[in-house]
């Protein structure tokens, strides 16, 4: 099992940003697919889980609501995080997280700072 992120940055407050997680090792959309942060001297954070296999179900933490968006594509084995009106508290290192058979699986993560 393979996550890989990508797509984080520097960007401005109220600026966009869409991170990607690239699969590989497991059947992708049979299994929902989360994202999680950690800011520095934080706990981490879920930030948004979507379901398997349509995607249609998604969760978003109270902070992130209504300007992040997770989906899925199933053809590129591949769950998004467009995030939107990005604000300081929102710089953390992302990464993503599937559970297969009890087990935790993670990426490496992938560094977002929103700063002027």
């Known amino acids: 099992v393979q996550l890989v992120e990508s797509g984080g940055g520097l960007v401005q407050p109220g600026g966009s940003l869409t991170l990607s997680c690239a699969a590989s090792?497991?059947?992708?959309?049979?299994?929902?697919m989360t994202w999680y942060r950690q800011a520095p001297e934080k706990e981490r954070e879920l930030v948004a889980t979507i379901s398997n296999p349509s995607g249609t179900t998604t969760n978003y933490a109270d902070s992130v609501k209504g300007r992040f968006t997770i989906s899925r594509d199933n053809n590129k084995n591949t769950v998004y995080l467009q995030m939107n009106s990005l604000k300081p508290e929102d710089t953390a290192v992302y990464s993503c997280?599937?559970?297969?058979?009890?087990?935790?699986?993670w990426g490496q993560g992938t560094q977002v700072t929103v700063s002027s």
């Open positions: 997280r599937t559970n297969i058979g009890g087990v935790p699986y």
């Open positions: 090792g497991f059947t992708f959309r049979l299994y929902p």
